[in-house]
C-alpha cells in the first residue's frame, strides 16, 4: 500500500459486513463551469440528455465500425469481450477507444470530452470504455446500481468525480430496455451490503450479484425521485454523474439497443488501492493510465 | 366429437408440423355498432385505452377484494391460483368474477359489459376472467403471442369474436412492464409451428413455450404496425381484440403492476372441440358456461 493510501479517509464505506446507513454526498456534482444548455440541469437531476449529439452519417460510420470489431477473430480470445449469458452473442467491448482509431479520435473531439470538462472542472482521462450490444428479443437488463459504489469498492476511484457518456448507436424506445435513471439519487450513495469475493468481475460484467442495493434502499429512492428513461433517436446521448442510481429493463422487442459507453474521470480523483477489494480490476475495466484526453 | 364440429372449416390453422403463411382475417373486428367514443380508434388499431373507467375509490375497493383472495388459505390448495415461477408469490388467480361478488357485479355493468356488446355486436358472455399480480423487482412478463391463437388451438373458440378488457390496479408506466401491443396487428392471423402438448396449460400459463411466433414474425409485424403501450393510472383500462399480438417486459422497478383481465366472447361464437390440442383446457382457463352477462 502506497503512502497516500493510509491518508485516504474513506467517505464513501461499502461492501461492509453490516448494513451501513445511506450517506448524503459531500462531494460537488458540478466542479466546473456548464456552458452547454443541454447540461443545465446536471447539477439538479445528475443526468443530461443530449439530442443528436452525433448525426445520422456518425452513427452509420460508428455502427459499421463497432460491429467490425465483433467479427474479428483475434477479439474473440480477448478478455476485453464479453459473451452474453443467454446466448452466444457479444454483449460488451471494452477499451473500445483503443481497439478502435474512430472511436478514439471521436472521444478527442470537444464536443465529446468538453461535456465531461465542464462537470469535472479539470482535464479528464478515459477510466472505462465499451460499446454495448443489447440485441432483440433475448436482451436482458442491469438491475439497478451505482457505476460508483463499484469503482469505489474496487477500482479505487477515491471521490464521485467522473461522467458517463452514453451515446445511443440504435433507437432508445421507452420499451426495449433503455435505460432507467432514477433523478437526484446521485446525491446519496447507498453502502453495499456483502464482502466482494476475489475476481468478482469475471461475474459481475455480465449479471451483478454483489454491489447491489437492497430492495428497501431502492424503494426508498424510487418513491423519493421517481424514475425517468433515456429514449431518443440514435445519436442522441445520456451523460451522468457516476453515482445515479441506474439499471435496465429485459429487451423483448425485435428493435436491438446498442450504445458505446465512455467514462471520464477527473484527473485529479485518479485511482488508488481499491477501497472494499483484495486487488484492482483489470485496467481494460478501470484504466491506471491517467494519461489526459487531449 | 359433435356433429356440428364436423362442419366446422378452420380457418385458423396452426400448431401444424411445417410452417403455415400468414393468414389475412377473414372476420370482422366490430360486429356492432361502437357508440363509446373511447372506442373509435378500436376497428383500425385493435385496441382503445379508457380512462379513468374505475375511480380511485372503486380501485382501492378493488384492490383490498382481491388481496384478500390472495390470502384466503382454501385458495392455496386450488388450482385456479397460479405460482409466481421465481418467487413464492401469486401471480394470478383464475375465475376472480365468480370468487369475488365485488368482482362479479363490476362485470354486470354496462359500462363494463356494454364495452364489449358494442365490439361484439351480440349478448357476451365470461370465457375467462382473472387477476394478474406482477411484483415489484422480480416481475416476468409475457413474450409476444396472440391470445385468439391459443383459444382456437386450446380451447375450441371459432373465430377472433371476442375481446379482452384489462382494468389497471396499479399506475401503468412505460418502465414497469406495462402491455406492449402493436396497433392493427390483430388484422393478421400468425399460425404457431409446434405440435400442442398434453395438459400445456399447466406450464404456458407461467411461461409460454409453445403458441410462440417465431422471431421473424414479431419481426416483421413490429416494422409494420410498430409498438405502442398501455399506461395510465390506475382505473385506466385497455380494450383489445383477441388476435392483437401483444406482450410485456419484465419489472425490476419496485412500482408492482396488477390488474383485472376479462375476456369477453360473443354467445354466437360458443367453444366447439380445440382445434390444435387432445382435450380442452380446463373450464377456469376456458369457460364452458355460455350464459350470457346480464
Known sequence: MALSDNLIVDRYPT??????????????????????????SFDADGFAMIDALLDP????????????????PDLWLDDRLIIEKSAN??????????????????????RIVGLARQVLGSEVYI???????????????????SDFETWHAEDGMPAPRAVSLSIALTDNYPYNGSLMVMPGSHRTFVP???????????????????GVPTEADITELANK?????????????LLFDSNLMHGSANNITPFPRSN?????????????????????RPTYIGSRDFTPVR
Chains 1, 2 share one sequence.
Open 57 to 72: 452519417t456518425e452513427v452509420a460510420d460508428l455502427t459499421d465500425e463497432v460491429v467490425g470489431l465483433t467479427k474479428d
Open 192 to 210: 453495499c451490503q456483502g464482502v466482494t469475493p476475489t475476481e468478482h468481475y469475471r461475474e459481475s460484467l455480465r449479471q451483478q450479484q454483489f
Open 225 to 237: 425521485h421517481g424514475i425517468a428513461q433515456f429514449t431518443g433517436r440514435a445519436g442522441s446521448a
Open 15 to 40: 461492501r461492509t459486513a453490516e448494513p451501513v446507513a445511506h450517506i448524503e454526498r459531500s462531494d460537488a456534482t458540478v466542479w466546473g463551469t456548464i456552458e452547454s444548455d443541454s447540461l443545465a
Open 127 to 145: 477510466h472505462q470504455s465499451r460499446v454495448n450490444f443489447m440485441p432483440g428479443f433475448q436482451g436482458t437488463g442491469f438491475y439497478w446500481h
Open 260 to 280: 458505446i459507453f465512455l467514462v471520464f474521470n477527473s484527473v485529479e480523483n485518479t485511482l488508488v488501492e481499491p477501497f472494499a477489494a483484495d486487488a484492482p
Open 89 to 110: 452473442r457479444v454483449r460488451s467491448i471494452f477499451e473500445v477507444h483503443r481497439l478502435s482509431a474512430r472511436v478514439g479520435d471521436l472521444v478527442r473531439e470537444s
